[in-house]
């Protein structure tokens, strides 16, 4: 028998509960011992279900996310060829990769985990995001930028964008080559940069504004 979805979620549930009772909340617990707790009880729960190795290692990843991270989106922000991430709510969650808008498989489990998540991204830059205030900009530790817009203004629950940047940015070369611009194109905009020229850069999103 495989490991089917509906059992996969069933063992998370039980192994998160199992991990929560073992945290102590009076001393500052390291990533590593949660980590090693995390291991072992979903080992013992493990013990007689035909679960692989691979699937295993992905349980005991979201927990410790869910814990310790942002939950459902810590996956796709590690993922380097994702460039964008878009939570309509806790059920609805897009992403952009290669140029292409993919709708996760994942989800929150309920609108307080997102606001829990939400209140988490804030408080690293002494942000506040509430009902008499309900949007706010701010950015993750990594320099991407979110976006954040809650209900009432946010119909269908709340909503997030993070706008991931590249670890490499792409050089002018790049950019030619990818037939995005022109060699003549570049050449004018160097003598435009050098001349200390103002440049508006416009467009629609995903557009290319930031990536240029």
């Known amino acids: ?3 089917k979805k509906n059992n996969y979620s069933m063992l998370y549930d039980l192994a998160k509960k199992a991990v929560m009772d073992r945290l102590d909340f009076s001393r500052e617990m390291d990533d590593e011992e949660i980590e090693n707790i995390i291991a072992e009880e979903v ?7 035909e679960i692989k190795l691979k699937e295993r290692a992905s349980l005991e990843k979201n927990i410790f996310n869910s814990l310790r ?3 459902v ?6 993922n380097p060829h994702i460039s964008e991430i878009m939570i309509n709510g806790p059920k609805d969650i897009f992403y952009e990769k290669n140029g292409k808008i993919v709708k996760s ?12 998540v939400i209140q988490q991204i804030v408080g690293k830059h002494n942000r506040v995001v509430n009902e008499s205030s309900p949007i706010v900009d701010t950015r993750l530790p990594n320099g991407s930028r979110v976006n954040i817009v809650l209900s009432p203004i946010s119909l269908d629950g709340s909503s997030i964008s993070i706008r991931k940047f590249p670890d490499k940015p792409l050089e002018m070369q790049s950019l030619i080559e990818k037939n995005s611009l022109t060699a003549e194109a570049a050449e004018f905009l160097k003598l435009l940069v050098k001349s200390r020229y103002n440049i508006f850069i416009s ?7 930031t990536t240029f």
């Open 1 to 3: 028998m495989n490991f």
């Open 43 to 49: 080992a013992k729960l493990a013990v007689d279900k």
């Open 69 to 71: 991270k942002l939950d």
């Open 73 to 78: 989106l810590q996956e796709l922000i590690d």
């Open 105 to 116: 498989d994942q989800c929150f489990a309920s609108e307080e985990k997102l606001q829990d």
């Open 203 to 209: 467009g629609g999103t995903s557009s290319g504004k």
